[in-house]
Structure formats: C-alpha cells, structure tokens
T-cell receptor, first 113, second 115 residues
Framework: GNSVTQMEGPVTLSEEAFLTINCTYT??????LFWYVQYPGEGLQLLLK?????DKGSNKGFEATYRKETTSFHLEKGSVQVSDSAVYFCALSESGGYQKVTFGTGTKLQVIP | DAGVIQSPRHEVTEMGQEVTLRCKPISGHNSLFWYRQTMMRGLELLIY????????DSGMPEDRFSAKMPNASFSTLKIQPSEPRDSAVYFCASSIQAGRNSPLHFGNGTRLTVT
C-alpha cells in the first residue's frame, strides 16, 4: 500500500535559519503530493502541492519539489519566523477514482527568537 | 467562504454515554471525510463519503462508531457507547471531487474526552 515517511521531530530552529523537513513516499501510479500545516488548536490547512514529477509547489516562502527518481518531496524555507511554528504533514493522494489521502506522522517545528 | 464547521469544539463525557459530533462541509464540496487524531496513531481516516454516500468505512474502528450524511450540507459521527480510548481530536474535511489534485479543507476539530 501507499505510505509517507517524514523525519521525526521536534525540529527546533532559531529565527531566520534555513528549514528542511524530509519526506519520502511509496505509491503505485502517479500520486499528487501535498504539504499541510497545523497550528495549535486548528485543523490542517494546505500549504502547497505538486501534481507531477519535477513540479515545484510554493507558498509563503515554503517550497517543495516532486522528485520521482528519489520518491521525495522535501519541504524547505530559506528563513523561518516564529510564526512558522506548527506541525507539518506530508501527504499523497492516489491516482485513480477514489481520492484517498495518505498522511505522514507530522513534524513539529519550533522556531525560537 | 465559511470553511468547514464542526461542533462542538470540546466534548467531555462519561464512559458509556452516546456522543454525536457534527460537521457542515463547504458548500459545493461533494466529498467528506472524518479523521481521528491522537498522539499515538497520528491521523486516521475513519470514513469517506462521496455525494452523501459512504464509499470507504474501513477505518471505522468498531460497531460503536457510525456516521451518516443525510444531505450535502451535514454529517454526523456517533459513538455509542463511548469509551476512554475514544478520547481524541476528531476532524471533518471536505473537498471538491475533481480528481486526485483536490486538497482537503479541514474544520477545527472536536476534542473529545471520555472519562
């Protein structure tokens, strides 16, 4: 079956540091890939997505590139802010008719001033 | 855009009681999902509806759990009887079924505590 593996957290960074959160996946076919972010007390919200190989998703300074050859979708940001502190989830959506989404376990990011 | 609306935000109940969680999806979305989130197991898909019809309920843990979607704007998740191990945050999410590229839109969840 499909699976998503994320680096374990928590990740603690100083403000303005560079962020990488690793994500690799296993899937049949050609899935779409997503990063969701969850702030305390809230539901998940879409951060960015990529729908085919070599696509780059970007939003709010975050980027991730769909790498089919390494089955990866690593999240990066050049300069993190305290407001980026949250839990980040990598996810994939299967190809085919049923829109089943497989989530990773989440990586908690804490940014300190 | 009002977003996905869940109620209540918090529910505290005693073991053995019936619990009903409610969800109003975004208007125009025809796919609805119920998830459960715990520290131990992360996010688990409980059930998925498409056009108000349950498509995949393989994640529903036991017969104590049931879900309904009587119309396009309302869904319920019921636990009867509740047990302490049901304590978790329950999320409802909806999406436009436009293929695999459609993101999920989550509500803010219901935090359930069963004592």
């Amino acid at each position: 079956g499909n699976s998503v593996t994320q680096m374990e957290g928590p990740v603690t960074l100083s403000e303005e540091a560079f962020l990488t959160i690793n994500c690799t996946y296993t899937a049949t076919g050609y899935p779409s890939l997503f990063w969701y972010v969850q702030y305390p007390g809230e539901g998940l919200q879409l951060l960015l997505k990529a729908t085919k190989a070599d696509d780059k998703g970007s939003n709010k300074g975050f980027e991730a590139t769909y790498r089919k050859e390494t089955t990866s979708f690593h999240l990066e940001k050049g300069s993190v802010q305290v407001s980026d502190s949250a839990v980040y989830f990598c996810a994939l959506s299967e190809s085919g008719g049923y829109q089943k989404v497989t989530f990773g376990t989440g990586t908690k990011l804490q940014v300190i001033p | 855009d009002a977003g996905v609306i869940q109620s209540p935000r918090h529910e505290v109940t005693e073991m053995g009681q019936e619990v009903t969680l409610r969800c109003k999806p975004i208007s125009g979305h025809n796919s609805l999902f119920w998830y459960r989130q715990t520290m131990m197991r992360g996010l688990e898909l409980l059930i998925y509806f498409n056009n108000n019809v349950p498509i995949d309920d393989s994640g529903m843990p036991e017969d104590r759990f049931s879900a309904k979607m009587p119309n396009a704007s309302f869904s319920t998740l019921k636990i009867q009887p509740s047990e302490p191990r049901d304590s978790a945050v329950y999320f409802c999410a909806s999406s436009i079924q436009a293929g695999r590229n459609s993101p999920l839109h989550f509500g803010n969840g219901t935090r359930l505590t069963v004592t």
